[in-house]
């Protein structure tokens, strides 16, 4: 979710920039709105391709973390005594 946040949502708020919009989208793309200096297009391009790039690797991360603590911690049943 960061990762759309610090370098996602920045990008798609240069794109949008000039189209008037309303309501719940002109809230959404006014959020983070900093004041930072307009970057060349193809440096946007560069930011929104490496994102979707950590985005993938975060999520195989995730994946292998949670098949790795599904298949490591099985709850074994109890033995019964008798």
Same mark, same amino acid.
């Given at each position: 979710?960061?990762?759309? *946040?610090?370098?996602?949502?920045?990008?798609?708020? !240069? *794109?949008?920039?000039?189209? &008037?919009?309303?309501?719940? #989208?002109?809230? !959404?793309?006014?959020?983070?709105?900093?004041?930072?200096?307009?970057?060349? *297009? $193809?440096?946007?391009?560069?930011? *929104?391709?490496?994102?979707?790039?950590?985005?993938?690797?975060?999520?195989?991360? #995730?994946?292998? #973390?949670?098949?790795?603590?599904?298949?490591? !911690?099985?709850? $074994?049943?109890?033995?019964?005594? &008798?």
């Amino acid at each position: 979710m960061g990762t759309y *946040w610090l370098m996602v949502h920045p990008v798609n708020k !240069f *794109w949008v920039a000039g189209i &008037g919009m309303t309501g719940a #989208s002109s809230s !959404f793309f006014s959020t983070l709105s900093g004041s930072s200096e307009p970057k060349h *297009w $193809t440096e946007l391009r560069s930011i *929104w391709e490496w994102s979707h790039v950590a985005r993938a690797a975060l999520s195989s991360v #995730s994946l292998i #973390s949670l098949t790795y603590v599904a298949t490591r !911690f099985q709850e $074994t049943s109890p033995t019964t005594i &008798g």
